[in-house]
């Protein structure tokens, strides 16, 4: 095996708690992505991963990889194709379902050349919050091996937590300026147990933190996500922190 991609085990727990340690020495989204896209590379052993970002309520994309590249404004025009294509197949695709047709006339050559370009094989959306930020783009493995079925069920879930922990970034970020990012998403509970559930405060990479009112008064709180309460160790960690 290469030595370059051995030190990250492809499991998604191994995985999500690399991108989490990665949270606190990150400044900026764009750091993170670059971050990140090396951790997952290193997991996935690709020497190609590349990162789309849009920041919910702009218009403009950051293109991020494991090795940088120049953000040419053509080239982040281009990669907002990619974005239109998982808005209608939102559980991504591969390079192999766009030659055997999934896309048709011009929009499947420009998806085609777009992909080969950034030399991606497979394309794994990020969505938080019924939201769609961006995007994972997979190269191909250094020992041609293809991704089996298990392998991109859980690049889908690493993609829900990388974006998780973006939106976490964003909203520390933000909150300097007085706007958080999680404002700007819709869709709390009425009510979590005895109280009134008005707003989201934020997102992290296990849980959601909701803002609660009852006759006490205001209350943070926080609720663990699906993806942790289907797994028993981070049920564990989520109880501990």
């Not at 990479?205 to 996500?225: E, P, Q, T």
Request: net charge neutral; glycine share 8%.
């Amino acid at each position: 095996m290469d030595m370059r991609f051995n030190r990250v085990s492809f499991e998604y727990e191994s995985l999500a708690d690399v991108l989490d340690d990665l949270l606190p020495k990150c400044m900026t989204a764009e750091d993170y992505c670059h971050e990140a896209a090396q951790t997952i590379g290193r997991a996935a052993q690709t020497e190609d991963v590349s990162i789309i970002l849009r920041r919910p309520g702009q218009r403009g994309l950051t293109v991020t990889g494991a090795t940088p590249r120049p953000d040419s404004e053509n080239l982040i025009a281009e990669c907002q194709v990619l974005i239109e294509d998982l808005e209608e197949q939102p559980s991504g695709f591969s390079l192999d379902d766009v030659l055997e047709g999934w896309r048709r006339g011009r929009r499947q050559t420009t998806t085609l050349q777009l992909m080969r370009s950034l030399n991606a094989s497979v394309v794994v959306p990020l969505h938080s919050q019924r939201q769609l930020i961006g995007a994972i783009l997979l190269g191909p493995r250094v020992d041609e091996r293809n991704y089996t079925r298990g392998e991109l069920t859980t690049f889908g879930r690493v993609a829900r937590h990388l974006a998780a922990n973006l939106l976490q970034i964003l909203n520390r970020s933000a909150a300097i300026v007085g706007n958080r990012v999680a404002d700007r998403y819709p869709a709390c509970p009425e009510r979590i147990g005895r109280f009134a559930i008005d707003r989201i405060l934020g997102e992290g990479g296990m849980a959601y933190v909701f803002r609660g009112r009852s006759h006490d008064g205001l209350a943070a709180i926080k609720v663990c996500n699906r993806y942790v309460q289907s797994n028993s160790k981070l049920m564990e960690r989520f109880h501990r922190e």
